[in-house]
């Protein structure tokens, strides 16, 4: 079946830092990747996604690629703010569900970055 | 857009109670989801529908949950007879037009329920 294994931290920063928070997955064929991020006392929020091989999703600075050689999807952002502290989820959904499957999570990284 | 709508989102219960979550999708989405948050196994699907019937409830823990999607604006999930070990986040989660790689799923707020 399909599994996610990232990171679980919590992972502390000072601000201004780089971020990088490992993600890898199984599955097979070629499942849609998605990093989510949930704030204290809030949903999940999608905060970038890529569907295929080397795609690079990006928003408010973060960055992952899909590389599909190592099963992995990284976030990377290049200087944290304190406003980035929360969860963050990498995801995955498997490529037989033509968009209608659930996603599978992996555990969660929690981000402290200090002032 | 108002978002994905849960309710209530605390729920104090007894052991033994019956408990009932409810969800409101995004207008127009065809695909709902409801996802269980707990420190020891994160996040984990229960079911999801499409066009309100139900696809995969593999995810369900056991007889005791249920759920239903009566119409496109409305889904339900069930505890009944609630137990300690229910206690949890409850997330519904709603999306647009299966079919589409990466479609983007939406979150509610969650349902913190805590079963003494």
């Known amino acids: 079946g399909n599994s996610v294994t990232q990171m679980e931290g919590p992972v502390t920063l000072s601000e201004e830092a780089f971020l990088t928070i490992n993600c890898t997955y199984t599955a097979t064929g070629y499942p849609s990747l998605f990093w989510y991020v949930q704030y204290p006392g809030e949903g999940l929020q999608l905060l970038l996604k890529?569907?295929?091989?080397?795609d690079k999703g990006s928003n408010k600075g973060f960055e992952a690629t899909y590389r599909k050689e190592t099963t992995s999807f990284h976030l990377e952002k290049g200087s944290v703010q304190v406003s980035d502290s929360a969860v963050y989820f990498c995801?995955?959904?498997?490529?037989?569900?033509?968009?209608?499957?659930?996603?599978?999570f992996g555990k969660g990284t929690h981000l402290i970055i200090q002032p | 857009d108002a978002g994905v709508i849960q309710s209530p989102r605390h729920e104090v219960t007894e052991m033994g109670q019956e408990v009932t979550l409810r969800c409101k999708p995004i207008s127009g989405h065809n695909s709902l989801f409801w996802y269980r948050q707990t420190m020891m196994r994160g996040l984990e699907l229960l079911i999801y529908?499409?066009?309100?019937?139900?696809?995969?409830d593999s995810g369900m823990p056991e007889d005791r949950f249920s759920a239903k999607m009566p119409n496109a604006s409305f889904s339900t999930l069930k505890i009944q007879p609630s137990e300690p070990r229910d206690s949890a986040v409850y997330f519904c989660?709603?999306?647009?037009?299966?079919?589409?790689?990466?479609?983007?799923?939406?979150f509610g707020p969650g349902t913190r329920l805590t079963v003494l």
């Open positions: 995801a995955l959904r498997g490529a037989s569900g033509g968009g209608a499957d659930g996603l599978t």
């Open positions: 890529a569907t295929k091989a080397d």
């Open positions: 989660a709603s999306s647009l037009t299966p079919g589409l790689a990466g479609a983007e799923q939406f």
């Open positions: 529908f499409n066009n309100n019937v139900p696809i995969d």
